[in-house]
């Protein structure tokens, strides 16, 4: 196979998974409890700005709930690039999706192009109903032309840092419920990644820590569109370090684009027939 066909079937296989990606979303978003999953935490998280409303940061006249959603919205980013994929990655190995990909040429690219398409569209939908009403108790926030540019670009780069390095995980699990392990670990990395508190306030071995990992610099991106310059003052070197921001993110998007589909094909070749008999026999017994 000539390198021109080979580039016309990886495309015919990106064109296959955005129209994948579509159909899925669209299912998605009328099954009940993926509606709940995805609308429970912007629903909490409104709640949560509502009993901030009238408060402000501690020594000035800032509101507390204009400090506290940007850094809601790059968390919301990071948890729906990262939690939900890994969790469908064993109910699709489950029920035959993937051993069905795997017999088609460039199967795994567009399975994980229309990974990335669902749940960047699920998210987005979700960070909608979070950020427009949140505008309403959260004056103080800055909405011009650049904010609106940085959250897109951040929204882009962060489910392509995010979606795939998930999707690799999930392949690592053996059936769905093990996900809970990934959901756990989330939460754990949002503890040193400056979301409700200053990562500058946190040890400084815990500051290296957090800036490991995508939660913190989707929260400074975050915070750098959606909060006045000098609010920089209590970020790590006073500064946005937007360069950097993009430049972590960017690496996180190329490591999961590069390890996805080697560990899809890798976790693909074990799969026959049978194993997913089998499995879909152990899913159907555990009464689900």
């Given at each position: 196979?000539?390198?021109t066909?080979?580039?016309?079937a990886?495309?015919?296989?990106?064109?296959?998974?955005?129209?994948?990606?579509?159909?899925?979303?669209?299912?998605?978003l009328?099954?009940?409890g993926d509606?709940v999953?995805?609308?429970?935490f912007?629903?909490?998280?409104?709640?949560?700005?509502?009993?901030?409303?009238?408060?402000?940061?501690?020594?000035t006249?800032f509101?507390?709930?204009?400090?506290?959603?940007?850094s809601?919205v790059?968390?919301s980013i990071?948890?729906?690039?990262l939690?939900?994929?890994?969790?469908?990655?064993?109910?699709?190995?489950?029920d035959?999706?993937?051993?069905?990909?795997?017999?088609?040429?460039?199967?795994?690219?567009g399975?994980?192009?229309?990974?990335?398409?669902?749940f960047?569209?699920t998210?987005?939908?979700?960070?909608?109903?979070l950020?427009?009403?949140?505008?309403?108790?959260?004056?103080?926030?800055?909405?011009?032309a650049r904010?609106?540019?940085?959250?897109?670009?951040?929204f882009v780069v962060?489910?392509?840092?995010?979606?795939?390095?998930s999707?690799?995980l999930?392949?690592l699990?053996?059936?769905?419920?093990?996900?809970?392990?990934l959901?756990?670990?989330?939460?754990?990395?949002?503890v040193?990644?400056g979301?409700?508190?200053?990562?500058?306030?946190?040890?400084?071995?815990?500051?290296w820590?957090?800036?490991?990992?995508?939660?913190?610099?989707?929260g400074?991106?975050?915070?750098?569109?959606?909060?006045?310059?000098?609010?920089?003052?209590?970020?790590?070197?006073?500064s946005?370090?937007?360069?950097?921001?993009?430049?972590?993110l960017?690496?996180w998007?190329?490591?999961?684009?590069?390890?996805?589909?080697?560990?899809?094909?890798r976790?693909?070749?074990?799969e026959?027939?049978?194993?997913?008999?089998a499995?879909?026999?152990?899913?159907?017994s555990?009464?689900?």
């Amino acid at each position: 196979m000539t390198t021109t066909t080979q580039t016309e079937a990886r495309w015919v296989a990106v064109r296959a998974g955005l129209s994948r990606g579509w159909l899925e979303t669209k299912y998605s978003l009328k099954e009940p409890g993926d509606l709940v999953w995805n609308f429970a935490f912007p629903l909490i998280y409104m709640v949560v700005l509502l009993f901030m409303r009238g408060s402000t940061v501690p020594g000035t006249d800032f509101a507390l709930g204009a400090m506290v959603l940007p850094s809601l919205v790059g968390m919301s980013i990071a948890f729906g690039g990262l939690t939900g994929p890994a969790s469908t990655i064993a109910v699709d190995r489950e029920d035959g999706t993937l051993l069905r990909a795997k017999a088609t040429p460039n199967g795994m690219i567009g399975y994980l192009v229309g990974k990335i398409l669902m749940f960047a569209l699920t998210t987005a939908v979700s960070l909608v109903f979070l950020v427009i009403p949140a505008f309403a108790v959260a004056g103080d926030l800055r909405l011009d032309a650049r904010t609106v540019v940085l959250l897109i670009l951040l929204f882009v780069v962060g489910m392509l840092a995010t979606v795939p390095i998930s999707v690799a995980l999930g392949s690592l699990l053996k059936r769905a419920s093990q996900s809970g392990l990934l959901f756990l670990g989330s939460m754990l990395l949002i503890v040193p990644s400056g979301i409700f508190y200053p990562i500058t306030a946190l040890p400084e071995w815990l500051q290296w820590v957090g800036q490991a990992f995508p939660y913190y610099w989707l929260g400074l991106g975050a915070r750098s569109a959606m909060l006045p310059d000098a609010m920089a003052s209590v970020e790590i070197g006073e500064s946005w370090r937007t360069l950097e921001m993009f430049a972590v993110l960017g690496a996180w998007a190329v490591l999961g684009m590069v390890l996805a589909p080697i560990v899809l094909r890798r976790m693909a070749r074990r799969e026959s027939g049978s194993t997913v008999a089998a499995a879909r026999e152990r899913y159907m017994s555990q009464g689900y």
